[in-house]
Structures are given as C-alpha cells and as structure tokens.
C-alpha cells in the first residue's frame, strides 16, 4: 500500500537529549513538510523540502533540524534547544516539486513527550 | 502573521443533527481546505475549494468558498458516531505560492 509512515507512535525522551522522528513515503512525492501540532493548537510548518538535498525553513524551525538524503525519507531531528519540545508531529508530502501546490497527504503522526 | 479564525471550538450534538462550522481570516485567501483528523492521527482531506462562491459536497460534507475570499464553511448533514474528530480549515493565500496556515480547529463530539 502506498502512504506516509512514522515511527516510532509514541517517543519518550528526558530533557537535554536530541532525538529524531522518522518519516518515509512511497508515493514517489518530491516535496515533503514537518509540522507541530500542540492541544487545541492548528498545524505549525516546522520545515519542508521540495527536492533531494533541498529543504527550507518553515514558521517555528528553531531548535530542529532536517535533513533529505533520498526521496523518499524526510527525518526530522528535535534538538536539546528546542525550548517546548513536547508535542504531537506530523510529516506530510506532496506530487510535484513546488511545495504547496498539490494536496498533502499526512502521516499519522508521532507524539513526542520529554521528561 | 495571518490567522485564521475557526468556530466554534467545540460541539456537542445528539447523532443525526446537522453541523455547520465556518473559517474568517481578515485576509483574502485563493485556496480553502477541510481536513478532519481522528484522536491520534494525521489529518485528512476532505475538500477543497479554490474559487470564490465555489460550493463542493462530499457524500454528506458541503464546503463553500465565501464571496469575499475572506471565509469557509463546512456542513455535515446527518451526523453519525464516525463524524467525532478535529476539523481544521485551512487557507492559501496565493495559491502554489504561499504556505498552507491551519486554523486552530472545531472538535466535534456525537452524545450517545
């Protein structure tokens, strides 16, 4: 089946540590985005890619890192200076190179919890 | 930055009502989305609008692009138990130029 997977669901980590979410899609989409989403709180752009070794910051990207070494992979890396860094994370994707452009199709998120 | 303004919060209605909630921005947005996200889940699209007066259904969900660009309504006719989640609306201000801002979301919940 085609889609977006993340791993791990839930991720429990003590405070100071750098930890990275995993997000993969084989649905051969170029772009790829990170967004937080915080209790009664809309979805915030962390980062996004549109292509292989290519990606931009987004609205909240202090504190994170990205990196896109294949097409299909996005990871993102949640830093020890990410001040707030409990939350719930959801990788997306979509066809075409010029991000925003198609409908994202979202992963089914991992929720994150520091200690 | 720009906003969008989501309501209600939340809604509590008997099974077989019908919900209607809106989406305001004080600024003229090209694109309006509907996504609708279980507990613990990725949101998922319902429908998208991108045409000022545009009206778009979906089984039992009716979207509308408001005339003056600057707002969104979504209506569920006859509601069931699987309609429970988090509905977000979510605007583009030039569309496939412009990053996608979200509302903050109207949490649905059908009383038994």
């Known amino acids: 089946d085609g889609g977006i997977t993340q791993s791990p669901k839930y991720l429990f980590r003590k405070e100071g540590q750098n930890v990275t979410l995993s997000c993969e899609q084989n649905?051969?989409?170029?772009?790829m985005y990170w967004y937080r989403q915080d209790p009664g709180q809309g979805l915030r752009l962390i980062y996004y890619s549109q292509i292989v070794n290519d990606f931009q910051k987004g609205d909240i990207a202090e504190g994170y890192s990205v990196s896109r070494e294949k097409k299909e992979s996005f990871p993102l890396t949640v830093t020890s200076a990410q001040k707030n860094p409990t939350a719930f994370y959801l990788c997306a994707s979509s066809d075409g190179r010029t991000p925003f452009t198609d409908t994202q199709y979202f992963g089914p998120g991992t929720r994150l919890t520091v200690l | 930055g720009q906003q969008l303004n989501q309501s209600p919060q939340s809604m509590f209605i008997q099974e077989g009502e019908d919900v209607s909630m809106n989406c305001t921005s004080s600024s003229i947005f090209n694109t309006w989305l509907w996504y609708k996200q279980d507990p613990g889940e990725g949101p998922v699209l319902l429908i998208a609008l991108y045409k000022a007066g545009e009206l778009t259904s979906n089984g039992r969900l009716t979207a509308q692009f408001g005339i003056t660009r600057k707002d969104s309504f979504l209506n569920i006719s006859a509601s069931i138990p699987s309609d429970v989640g988090i509905y977000f609306c979510?605007?583009?201000?030039?569309?496939?130029?412009?990053?996608?801002?979200f509302g903050k979301g109207t949490r649905l919940h059908i009383l038994p």
């Open positions: 979510a605007g583009q201000l030039r569309r496939g130029d412009d990053k996608i801002i």
């Open positions: 649905l051969n989409h170029d772009a």
